[in-house]
């Protein structure tokens, strides 16, 4: 593994440690009863990338080790070197002192490569000792995300849903205007206060833009009638080995806006029967754990609780 005080080798990088928490960074580990094939299917993956020189460790001592990634789209987006933890291996009898001095000296070691930055990481609920090393080491939980599932998608019935369309480049300015007008101010981006309101209601205009136009997303299903000022983005999703042949959708990103007012749950349900047209027998998606009202939605159509993760954050400001 590389020191706290120097940059990682990808052409070294060792083989990812498995332990008890591992699985549940998998984000279908909801899936299966299988924990151990996701934790193994995470990891080859994760080697995968390390290998390539995607994502690097950091060795925090004590067998400790922390893997992180730049990312390049929100570093050149936010003007601000953007760093991800993906996954964090703790060997068993470390103390709790040991893994905060490692999240603290991660934080150390970046602010070497850049005189600012802002790192993030999306820990499962189950890796306490992860949550407990970030939270007493300066990083701050800023978001906790619900994740819910059918996994009977065939059964999905839904009656009396109006039409629905594919969205196309002339929807964008509709698209960026319902993204910025529907705002929630529990997500990452607007809850962190690394970004300013601006930069968030940017971020999510942008991204919604380029589901369209640069494939982000395979779905991007808007009412059929009238302006595009409500939308739901969706991906068709690769199956881990650990789900073996099962197809997997992914529900992503969404807004209404107040002139369409009662649409969610109608995009919910239309996205949810091109799902299974297209032979998904699986969807999920992801939302604050403070969304009571599209927890609703999602439980009215049948979905549930699958999994649940914390988001933390910490940062440096260019002065």
């Keep these: 593994m590389n020191s706290a005080n120097s940059p990682a080798n990808p052409a070294a990088q060792p083989a990812i440690a498995i332990d008890a928490t591992t699985g549940f960074y998998s984000p279908v580990s909801f899936l299966t009863r299988n924990l151990d094939a996701c934790a193994q299917d995470f ?3 994760l080697c995968d990338e390390l290998a390539q020189g995607k994502a690097e460790i950091f060795d925090g001592g004590h067998g400790i080790a922390i893997v ?17 933890v993906d996954y ?33 990481a999306e820990v499962p609920s189950e890796d306490t000792t992860a949550i407990a090393g970030m939270s007493g080491n300066g990083w701050r939980m ?41 705002v929630n101010v529990y997500d990452r981006f607007h809850a962190d206060d690394f970004f300013t309101p601006q930069q968030a209601d940017d971020f999510l205009a942008i991204f919604v ?14 009412p059929a009638d009238g302006p595009a000022n409500a939308f739901l983005t969706g991906n068709y999703m690769a199956t881990p080995p650990a789900l073996g042949e099962r197809k997997l959708g992914k529900m992503v990103l969404s807004a209404v806006t107040p002139a369409r007012r009662g649409w969610y749950v109608k995009l919910i349900g239309a996205l949810s029967l091109k799902f299974k047209e297209r032979g998904i027998d699986t969807a999920f998606m992801t939302t604050q754990a403070t969304n009571r009202a599209v927890l609703k939605v999602w439980f009215h159509h049948g979905y549930r609780f699958g999994r649940c993760t914390h988001i933390f954050s910490t940062y440096i400001k260019q002065a």
């Design 43 to 45: 990891a080859d993956d």
């Design 209 to 222: 833009e380029n589901s369209v136009k640069e494939g982000y997303a395979d779905e991007v299903i808007v």
């Design 88 to 120: 964090t291996s703790v060997p068993a009898g470390v103390p709790l002192t040991a893994v905060q001095q490692a999240f603290g000296a991660l934080r150390a070691h970046l602010s070497t490569l850049a005189p600012a930055y802002y790192l993030f």
């Design 68 to 84: 992180f990634r730049k990312l390049g789209w929100d570093t050149n987006f936010f003007g601000t070197p953007t760093f991800r």
């Design 142 to 182: 800023i978001e906790t995300r619900i994740t819910c599932f059918r996994d009977d998608l065939q059964q999905f019935t839904a009656d009396g849903l109006p039409p629905v369309r594919s969205a196309v480049a002339d929807d964008i300015p509709a698209l960026r205007l319902a993204a910025m007008e529907a």
